[in-house]
């Protein structure tokens, strides 16, 4: 491999061109910090009463667990292997908040939105002011690493690029589906994590094309009228699912890695330096969207294949372009076949879980049982909450037991999923795996042990229950 691929792939070499050595030493980690809780402290972002589990109606309301900014470290960029956890859920949480205090769109839009005080709070000068601070703080978090690396495999041959490509998603999108059938709640979960943000990606991606700075140039595709089609095939697949088309109505169910897949594309749309990796970028999420709304296989074959020719066009204008744009088209391309890739493992551990939750329960007894057995002293919290106690979705980054001690609980991981937890009952929450939670009784205390993570690995040894998407060809 030329070597000056490798380098030129790096971090380092992009930031060269965007004139920013560290974006996060530009202010400071001792001075993001009250940056990142006094963003979260708008109304918009407070956690979610148990009425809000799903929020219709509202594109400003977005409930962060402004209370975890206190025991979050966010001292080191995160591995993408790591989105996962509760530092990069809380990242791209509040990064697609950022991004998107800067969207106006007819599709966002209700009577009377304008005027509403937290439209006027979302879209204020507070909030795009410190959105602006935080946003290089956020990206460098969360996608510094992913950059650093460089990527591997280039090759001149792109139509062999995206045949690899599209052979790969397929292979991932089609297990995926599998696991998913015969279960309502993974098959909307699964859905909502591609469809449930296809709009705003169009929109980053719209936004990074809108001035001239791609407009002469003969290797940039027009997407515009296929980008149209994506988003009512999105639309259209949330509703035959049952899921509101109303962004973001399910926000709380957004995978860390689904939120990172757009903040990524908005990452290079907000940089003017960085449009022709966007255009490699928006033509991954042409061939992804044209896999994921392939699988359901009641739509309209002419959209699809119309989709299917953009995205080979867009391949074909690419290789008209010089080494320089080839070169950095495929950066943006590869680098997003990787983001897709850890969303695809993050929503395999997560539907494999919900589906087998009765199987997780069992585990969590046979958990217990060693801890009485074999009075080992294991590290737990306890909670004594009232009734209606809401616990905002999220992640934690060990495994745990919840173990109710005393009242009732309601348990949730998916939308319109429940899940009863009474006195005696528990349930095993691998790391990373986003849920949450309510009292159903006039109290509940409840205690979550943490468990070691040789003990995960003994219990499932034949269980996968996180990790590795498995598949045949082993594409990672
Ligand atoms: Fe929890």
Known sequence: MDPRIHDFASLAEIDRFSGLTNPRQLFGLKAVEPLLKRFAASGNYRSAAVEELSIQDDFCR????????????FSRRLKPDDWTLLCGLASNRMLLCVNESARF???????????????????????????CMIRPFLETTLFGELEKGGIEHFTDDLHELIDRAQDEIEERASALAEVAQNNDYCRKFRVLQDAGLAATKVHAI?????????????????????????????????????????????????????????NFIYRMAYDPLRWIELEGAAAHFVLESLVDNSLEGSFDREVLDEIRSAGLSAIEACARGDVYFRRRWMHGFALSQTVRRKRDNDLWSQLVWLKDIERYREIALAIDERIRRDRVAIDRETFVEPREMCSTTHVHNDHRLVVIEKGTMIFWA????????NKGEMTLVPRGRLHGSSVESIECIYHQPIIPEGWIAGSMSAFPWSGELPLNGGAE
């Open 414 to 421: 998916a939308p319109e999923m429940r899940l009863y937890l």
């Open 206 to 262: 719209r936004r990074g094309r809108v001035d001239d700075r791609s407009s002469n140039s003969e290797t940039v595709l027009p997407l515009e009228a296929v980008l149209e089609k994506i988003s009512a095939l999105a639309a259209e697949r949330l509703r035959t699912y049952g899921l509101s088309t109303n962004e973001h109505t399910h926000w709380q169910f957004l995978l860390s890695t689904s939120l990172a897949s757009a």
């Open 62 to 73: 977005r409930p962060l667990r402004p209370e975890d900014l206190d025991i979050i470290d």
């Open 105 to 131: 769109d007819k599709s966002i839009r209700s009577p009377g939105f304008e005027d509403r005080p937290e439209t006027r709070e979302f879209y204020g000068v507070e909030n795009r002011l410190i959105g």
